[in-house]
Every structure is written in C-alpha cells, then in structure tokens.
C-alpha cells in the first residue's frame, strides 16, 4: 500500500477490515453484497455507482404490525424461565425483605415522630 493510499483512508474503514478478518465467520454472517460494496469502497467513480445501487438494494417492506407479535412470543420461548421451588423461594424473599424494611422504616417513623412531638409540643 502506498502513502497516498494510506492518506485517503479513512481508520474507520481500516479498523473495521482488521477487525472483520480476525472475528470467526460463524459468530458475523457475512454482511449482504450491497453493504459490503458500500464499506469496501473502490475508486471513485465505481464507488458512486456502487453506493447509489446499494441504496436502493438495502431498502426493505415495512414489516406487519403484527410481526411484532410473533417476535414477541419468539422471545418468550427462548426466556429461562424459574421452575416452581425456584419461584416459591424467591417470593418468600421479596415477603420477608418487605416485611423487615418495613419494619425498619416504621420504626423510624415512629421514632421521629415522637421527636417532633417532643420538639414542636414541648414534651
């Protein structure tokens, strides 16, 4: 490569084509055509002409409103969800972390109001 390549380069460009030949291409699908002729770049000429058909392929349908549902259950499916011990072990949890902080703060309640009354009533 040589120096004037170098100077037209942006680190971008350069960052990301170290970057895409060291990952596994099991992790990145390749990218499509269009977006790959549009980070790759080119000469210039060729590179208008690329992008300008890039724009136009990377264009797609607005997907259905009610797609968002089916993703949604998708989503479900895949989430871990608790087995019946875990859950019953977790809300006796939250019960008793609800209970003593509870407790705490209406005993603090109950402690500075005694203190107001002392204060403001004279005692």
Request: charged share 25%; with cysteine; proline share 6%.
């Amino acid at each position: 490569m040589s120096p004037k390549d170098k100077k037209h380069k942006s680190p971008r460009r350069v960052a990301s084509q170290t970057e895409a030949s060291a990952k596994d291409t099991t992790q990145n699908p390749p990218r499509p055509a269009a977006l790959v002729a549009v980070s790759s770049g080119g000469a210039k000429d060729s590179g208008d002409k690329k992008r300008k058909a890039s724009r136009a392929a990377v264009t797609t349908k607005k997907p259905s409103r009610f797609r968002f549902f089916a993703d949604a259950f998708l989503e479900l499916k895949k989430a871990h969800w608790p087995t019946g011990k875990e859950t019953t072990r977790l809300s006796i949890m939250v019960f008793v972390v609800c209970v003593v902080v509870g407790a705490l703060l209406g005993g603090l309640d109950f402690v500075f109001m005694k203190m107001m009354g002392l204060v403001l009533v004279g005692g």
